[in-house]
């Protein structure tokens, strides 16, 4: 199994950032893909969350407007493009990818850096 991130990196306030998460090793559409970031000593936080199918999107109400996730079923991977950037959004962002139900399961990839500076 494979969840691979890419994209990051350092953007000045207001910019735009597009993160990517490639997906391997396991039956990517039975798996809700989700980002998450954490930021120096702040708990993980769900960013945005988009179903199986792709038709439902979730968001944390701080980036409500600003990020919009999507995936590509045909090519395992899940993007989130974020724009109007803050200082607030550093932080490193990971990618996941979960399965509910009663075979609960989820895998991680490694985490990718977002520096916005003022």
């Known amino acids: 199994v494979r969840v691979v991130e890419s994209g990051g990196g350092l953007v000045q306030a207001g910019g735009s950032l597009r993160l990517s998460c490639s997906a391997s090793?396991?039956?990517?559409?039975?798996?809700?893909m989700n980002w998450y970031r954490q930021a120096p000593g702040k708990e993980r936080e769900l960013v945005a969350r988009?179903?199986?199918?792709?038709?439902?999107?979730r968001y944390a109400d701080s980036v409500k407007g600003r990020f919009t996730i999507s995936r590509d079923n045909a090519k395992n991977t899940v993007s989130l493009q974020m724009n109007s950037l803050k200082p607030e959004d550093t932080a490193v962002y990971y990618c996941?990818?979960?399965?509910?139900?009663?075979?609960?399961?989820?895998?991680w990839g490694q985490g990718t850096q977002v520096t916005v500076s003022s």
């Open positions: 996941n990818a979960l399965r509910m139900g009663s075979s609960s399961r989820d895998y």
């Open positions: 988009i179903s199986t199918g792709g038709g439902t999107t």
């Open positions: 090793g396991f039956t990517f559409t039975n798996y809700h």
